[in-house]
């Protein structure tokens, strides 16, 4: 089979592609872990926010960043076996792997509410809870699950089964229904305390606990007939509750506390506390356990809960710039004057300063080992060994946002109120510039040794500066833009860009004489922006914000973020591999060939492609609008493998045979001379 260039992934609810990410730092991944299951004490998966997935085979000793199968929140996952596990969370997505989490498929289930829990007590069904009292049932091998009848439409927040007919749901004021029946029919308790209940776990067919707001705890020995109130456990919040046994269980607690009673309730002792915000934990055995939480926490315990590991590794806290002046040489600075640099494109990073713990914010690179970094109290930083020895100079009590060098000799700094700082003699000293303006300066970039431009400005005052004599002096090209300018890059010595506050993009074809608005579709800050030629260009920004246009900025795409943080920087080598830095030390890279263009919401729903049956065992039918006649067909599976490849016949209609593609969910995409159109579809 031919392998595509990218690897596709497809995501239903907001029907974007994007490629292959990875997580350079923290490792495995630094994303919310909501949830986590094991099938046994090896094979285990962990997912959470923004559709994060991560799998071990070796008991947690190391983690695999599976590529997600939507960018929505998981709340829920549950491993059947070693092959077959499920997950549901945000506005009823729900999806479902047979091999071990290479593909998956999109489980219809019926309600756009978000789902909070889910619990198989066997192999071969499952129940699934979520807000305004949503109740969900489903058999193994079903692709989609059944509504059931609910008593009550308050948030569910985690049920429970302790077999195939007999379960509990909890949530919100006080709500506990009861089945015996398998759902069909519900019996509720009545409220006393009507505080939310977050976590239900039972440690044996009769044995339950119920924890929730202000540390409220219930007990049942009778499968939840009757329910005793404890107030032992003084602590707030309980996000997760695991038992091993009627005596022996676990609580992650608000605050990132790991709790234990071995009496049945009656007593807790606080066994870990390291700050660490925790969401879930369970155990394996008696011995085994695994807690996971905020930034990527992943705790293991292989003692009974005495000793607590952590398998999140790297370097945390903000990063803000980031610079390759050679294929595998790149360096990031940010926080405490942190400064990272790799020599193997990002597949290790090594901390190789602490000259001074003032913040940092820009870093520009001559070649390998000559560079050049600047930040806060006016230092700017210089290297001629790679980052083993700086040299810091002193410029005055002033905030540098950016640096830049024309060439090896010509450099520049500029930041708050105006200020600008230019040396011609490669760093050894520096001279203030007047720029004749006191906002601030946030970006710089020149495009020959002559002409340069920088943006910056106020919240509700963008401004453009440029240079034509080498730096020496600066003329307004723009000072009302719409909103402050955080970043600028120009692909050519006329085309340029600049971004900023609530989603500003503007261009210019002119050499900055005119600027014109791009629609961004966004209203999130945009810190920083970069084009690999005069069509391809990439934005990023806060709570994650990734665009990326293939036309010039004619139209801006919206990736589904990867992360909830601030993106502070994108680079892009000669070699085509992206780097994007920002908030909790998160660094991820893609290689642009596989970082494909999205396909916004609008054009799928007036998508002409149809396809029948859907989903397919033997046979599916393709129907085009005429315009698409003798076109390119081709069918990816999730793994970006392309499986087939035909045209469209002289017909509206094209049928093709399918009998020997394995059962999963595909991708199909038709190619003609003015489009190129995608879809969705699943052999059974």
């Known amino acids: 089979m031919k392998k595509i260039l990218f690897t596709i992934v497809l995501f239903f609810s907001a029907t974007f592609l994007i490629g292959q990410w990875t997580w350079q730092n923290p490792l495995p991944q630094g994303n919310e872990l909501t949830c986590i299951d094991f099938f046994d004490n090896d094979i285990g998966f962990a997912a959470g926010s923004f559709g994060t997935m991560l799998k071990t085979t070796n008991s947690g000793i ?17 491993v059947i076996d070693e092959y077959t596990c499920y997950i549901v969370g945000e506005s009823g997505m729900s999806f479902k792997t047979t091999n071990g989490g290479i593909n998956w498929v999109e489980l219809n289930t019926g309600t756009d509410k978000n789902l909070n829990s889910m619990h198989f007590p066997d192999g071969n069904t499952g129940y699934a809870v979520g807000d305004s009292g949503v109740i969900l049932k489903i058999n193994v091998g079903d692709l989609e699950w059944t509504v059931l009848e609910s008593l009550d439409y308050h948030d569910f927040y985690s049920v429970f089964f302790v077999n195939d007919l007999k379960g509990i749901a909890v949530g919100e004021y006080e709500t506990v229904l009861k089945t015996e029946d398998g759902g069909v029919s519900w019996t509720i308790k009545e409220r006393i305390t009507y505080l939310n209940l977050y976590t239900i776990n039972f440690a044996d067919d009769n044995t339950g606990y119920i924890a929730g707001e202000s540390g409220y705890l219930l007990k049942t020995i009778d499968c939840g007939d009757n329910w005793e109130i404890f107030e032992t456990l003084q602590h707030s919040s309980p996000r997760s509750l695991f038992f091993i046994d009627q005596f022996t269980g676990y609580a992650a607690v608000h605050g990132g506390v790991i709790v234990k009673t071995t009496d049945g309730a009656y007593t807790w002792n606080e066994i870990y506390d390291n700050g660490e915000i925790l969401s879930a934990i369970v155990f394996t055995d ?24 952590n398998y999140l590794s790297g370097y945390s806290g903000d990063y803000h710039s980031v610079y390759f002046p050679s294929q595998n040489t790149g360096y990031i600075v940010g926080f405490y004057g942190s400064i990272l640099k790799t020599k193997n494109g990002g597949h290790n990073w090594q901390l190789i300063s602490d000259s001074t713990t003032n913040r940092l914010e820009s870093v520009y690179f001559i070649n390998d080992n000559i560079g050049f970094i600047t930040g806060g109290y006016g230092k700017i930083l210089k290297t001629i060994d790679g980052g083993d020895n700086w040299w810091v100079t002193e410029t005055g009590d002033y905030y540098y946002n950016s640096i830049y060098f024309a060439d090896e000799a010509v450099g520049f700094v500029c930041g708050n109120q105006g200020i600008m700082a230019g040396t011609t003699n490669s760093g050894n000293s520096w001279a203030t510039i007047n720029t004749n303006t006191d906002v601030h300066l946030y970006d710089i970039c020149f495009v020959s040794s002559q002409v340069g431009y920088v943006a910056g400005g106020y919240p509700g005052e963008g401004t453009i500066l440029k240079t034509t004599d080498g730096g020496n002096t600066w003329n307004s090209m723009l000072n009302d833009g719409p909103a402050a300018f955080f970043g600028i890059s120009f692909p050519d010595p006329l085309i340029g860009y600049v971004v ?61 973020p990867m992360c909830g943080g601030w993106i502070e920087s994108v680079f892009f080598t000669e070699e085509g ?7 909790k030390g998160m660094v991820l890279t893609t290689p642009e060939k596989e970082f494909l263009v999205s396909i916004n919401e609008s054009n799928l729903q007036e998508n002409p492609i149809k396809i029948y049956p ?57 190619t003609s001379s003015t ?9 059974q």
């Open 500 to 560: 900023g506050l609530y989603g500003t993009i503007m261009k210019t074809w002119d050499g900055g004489v005119t600027w014109t608005q791009q629609i961004s579709k966004t209203t999130r800050d945009l810190m920083d922006i970069y084009f690999t030629d005069i069509n391809h260009g990439y934005a990023v920004g806060a709570v994650g914000t990734i665009l990326y246009t293939n036309n010039g900025g004619d139209e801006w795409y919206s990736y589904p």
């Open 675 to 683: 489009r190129v159109n995608f879809q969705k579809f699943i052999i």
């Open 286 to 309: 008696s011995s085994i356990g695994f807690a996971t939480g905020y930034d990527g926490t992943i705790l293991k315990t292989s003692d009974n809960g005495n000793n607590w590991e």
């Open 62 to 78: 190391t983690w695999e960043y599976v590529q997600r199968p939507t960018p929505k929140h998981i709340s829920s996952i549950a």
């Open 577 to 583: 591999k992206g780097y994007f830095v920002g908030s």
């Open 614 to 670: 859907n989903p397919a065992k033997d046979r599916i039918t393709i129907e085009t609008e005429p315009g698409l006649f003798k076109t390119v067909i081709q069918f990816f599976n999730l793994n970006g493998q392309e499986v087939f490849i035909g045209k469209t016949n002289n017909h509206k209609s094209t049928k093709i045979d399918v009998s020997m593609l394995p059962q999963g969910l595909y991708i199909i995409k038709i």
